[in-house]
């Protein structure tokens, strides 16, 4: 089972992956950003890295991603690139995940793409409005990405808010859920971990 957790930058998808992992378990789930399979741009200058346009699908490797995907769901191990977001490369140590009963995908433009959308059994929209969004990427770049306020503010006028327009907010009507800021996520998290649990089961039954 593939579950897709969408939404904006700073809606609180990783927060509600790691949730259900947690609630779930590791043994049972892998946990999948889109973000680790941002284009190497190695070749480039820092100063062009910095300003590239992160929040277009052109920015990702999607054949990559969808291929990963189609692999684990077809029981075989893959591996997954690790980027390092203060340099915009990847990493020369891949991430080894071998297949687990579930995976969740998490990410802004996974909702927009799709060859990734056909492969998910489950696609869930965390509707978070843009000023709570906002302050929580200011904070993620700032403690986590060697960003500063100025670095964050431009990137988030000039690509981040027009681009969430363009490809992330339509997305929403692909979504089997949609949870609005404010709602029950924790409620969410619970019967999505029902739902796979017992989906789990149903599968082993059938075995």
């Known amino acids: 089972m593939i579950v897709g957790i969408c939404g904006g930058t700073g809606s609180g998808k990783t927060t509600m992956a790691n949730a259900l992992v947690e609630r779930i378990g590791a043994h049972a789930i892998n946990l999948i950003e889109q973000d680790s399979y941002y284009k190497n741009l190695s070749s480039l200058p820092l100063d062009e890295r910095r300003v590239a346009n992160f929040d277009h699908p052109d920015s990702l490797d999607i054949d990559n991603l969808a291929a990963d995907l189609k692999s684990l769901k077809a029981g075989n ?3 997954i690139p690790v980027y390092d977001f203060t340099t915009h490369t990847r990493k020369s140590e891949p991430l080894v995940l071998s297949p687990k009963p579930v ?3 998490e ?3 996974i909702l927009s793409i799709a060859e990734l959308r056909e ?6 929209y965390l509707d978070t409005s843009s000023d709570t969004r906002l302050l929580r990427r200011i904070k993620r770049d700032i403690q986590e990405r060697g960003r500063t306020l100025e670095q964050t503010l431009l990137q988030y006028e000039t690509t981040i808010r027009p681009m969430h327009h363009e490809y992330v907010e339509p997305t929403k009507e692909f ?4 949870v609005p800021e404010g709602g029950h996520r924790g409620l969410l998290v619970d019967m999505l971990a029902a739902l796979i ?6 599968s082993v039954t059938t075995i």
């Open 103 to 105: 995976t969740v995908l």
């Open 175 to 178: 979504a089997d859920i949609v």
């Open 197 to 202: 649990e017992s989906e789990m089961k149903r």
């Open 107 to 109: 990410g802004i433009l």
């Open 77 to 79: 191990t893959v591996e």
């Open 119 to 124: 492969q998910m059994d489950i696609k869930v």
